[in-house]
């Protein structure tokens, strides 16, 4: 991520939130979504949507307890901005199940 970046939360459940972050303006536009849960005190990843390797580069990791940060899937979206709606709606819409899935993990 670039320096000048912007980051929102957005609380999905009592315990689950999405973390929200892009560089600033004018595009080409850096950004990570992060799916997160408050474990013993600490916010803790479970899922991540990013394009830290190139600007139309988009991966999904997933988290495990054991090992962290998995290698990632490569996800094809014309733009950025088309990547982060959709990492957003998947992230409210799956965050259970992809909670469920880092417990087991």
Not at 48 to 58: K, Q, R, S, T
Request: proline share 9%.
């Amino acid at each position: 991520m670039v320096p000048t970046e912007r980051e929102i939360f957005i609380d999905v459940e009592r315990d689950i939130r999405i973390r929200y972050r892009r560089s600033e303006p004018p595009p080409p536009v850096s950004y990570a979504i992060t799916l997160e849960i408050l474990e013993d005190g600490e916010w803790m990843a479970v899922c991540l949507w990013d394009n830290a390797d190139a600007v139309d580069e988009h991966h999904e990791h997933e988290y495990t307890r054991a090992s962290g940060k998995q290698p990632p899937a490569v996800l094809d979206f014309s733009t950025p901005n088309d990547a982060m709606a959709a990492a957003i709606e998947k992230a409210k819409a799956k965050a259970p199940e992809i909670v469920r899935q880092w417990r087991k993990s």
